[in-house]
């Protein structure tokens, strides 16, 4: 960002930050942070380490596994793998989200910060934006939604780091529990087709049925199963078509 | 906490919740080159990605974490499935299912014993 930005490269980040405004992400994103800066707080975290665990890792999830696993005392080794399976999700959502972003001759270090800032609320929302965008305008766009929502769940996390000690454990609960619904509610707004509703149920169904009989990698195995049987079940309809 | 204990603390920010999450993302970056947004491995991928956060939102709800345990799992599921149904009652609001859920939550917890 050291060079002066052309016009329409600024405009189009400015177009990205201004839309995570009236986006309702942004609404779950800060309860979701609130929460996630809550038991930052509870596991006797440090304001500036919660922040950094949302500026750095930047995924919901991940952040309740790394601070639930590492506050009781988990080992390095087993926290890492933990939050590396709950962020295998990632890997997809960048394979998917990156050719609507390039162009010829986009360079590979310019997609690095649109990755970065991949996580389900920025995938979900650039999903559906980034196709009214003009291509050449579009990393520009991915960084203003990452930028907005960063903003936005820096400010939470301080905010529920505070309110911790003053929150009643029904009202943390409460905050808890909007990670799993308001994904859920995101995930269905987005899946327009066939194919990615399949996988939706599949996934709710097998994820915890393949944790329930404590395979290793349980998470990553659901879902390779859950979406190619959808996948398949999508080929076979369109074959029969 | 100690300066020390601090320093190992984002030591281990950095070696197990940045390094896990972010080898994903520059894998998919190395994954990306030369993929057209409309393949049929694209597709395929972005169904996997799909399922696995349709895993971890279930594992979110019936291995709920923290006090969320407190509350008890038919509450927590008959929620889900309230919020679940104002969304499609209400055109497919987002924050309609929310809002409903976390509602059901709440009074749940509070119907049922939390």
């Known amino acids: 960002m050291s060079a002066p930005a052309p016009p329409s490269t600024l405009s189009a980040f400015l177009a990205g930050f201004v839309a995570t405004w009236t986006s309702v992400f942004s609404y ?29 890792v930047w995924a919901g999830p991940a952040q309740v596994i790394l601070i639930s696993t590492l506050g ?104 808890l529990f909007l990670t799993p619904v308001a994904f859920l509610m995101s995930t269905l707004r987005n899946s327009r087709l066939l194919v990615d509703r399949l996988a939706l149920a599949f996934g709710l ?28 079940v999508h080929r076979l309809r369109e074959a029969l078509r | 906490m100690s300066t020390h204990g601090e320093l190992a603390a984002y030591l281990a920010l950095v070696l197990a919740g940045f390094l896990p999450s972010e080898v994903w993302r520059w894998l998919g970056v190395a994954f990306a080159r030369g993929l057209d947004e409309d393949s049929e491995i694209v597709v395929w991928v972005r169904a996997v990605a799909t399922a696995i956060l349709a895993g971890v ?11 969320l345990a407190t509350v008890p799992t038919p509450v927590r599921l008959a ?5 679940f149904l104002a969304f499609m009652l209400i055109r497919r609001s987002v924050f309609a299912g929310v809002l409903a859920g976390e509602g059901a939550l709440i009074i749940g917890a509070l119907v049922f014993g939390g």
């Open chain 1, 28 to 56: 779950v994103l800060f309860g979701t942070y609130t929460g996630i800066g809550a038991i930052a707080h509870d596991f006797g975290f440090s304001v500036t380490w919660a922040l950094f665990s949302t500026l750095l």
């Open chain 1, 72 to 175: 009781a005392g988990a080992s390095l080794i087993e926290v890492a793998v933990a939050v590396g399976l709950s962020s295998v999700r990632l890997l997809p959502m960048v394979v998917a989200l990156l050719p609507m972003l390039k162009r010829p001759g986009t360079r590979t270090w310019q997609l690095l910060l649109p990755a970065h800032f991949t996580a389900v609320s920025m995938w979900v929302e650039a999903l559906r934006l980034l196709p009214q965008q003009p291509r050449e305008n579009r990393i520009a766009f991915c960084n203003g939604l990452g930028c907005g929502y960063g903003l936005t769940a820096c400010t939470a996390t301080v905010t529920g780091f505070y309110l911790a000690a003053s929150l009643p454990p029904l009202m943390s609960a409460a905050l």
């Open chain 2, 79 to 83: 929620a889900v499935a309230i919020g």
């Open chain 2, 57 to 67: 939102i279930a594992k979110l709800t019936i291995f709920a974490p923290g006090v």
């Open chain 1, 205 to 232: 169904v097998l994820g915890p049925l393949f944790a329930w009989w404590q395979l290793g990698l349980d998470l990553m195995w659901s879902g390779i199963v859950a979406g190619t049987t959808a996948y398949l």
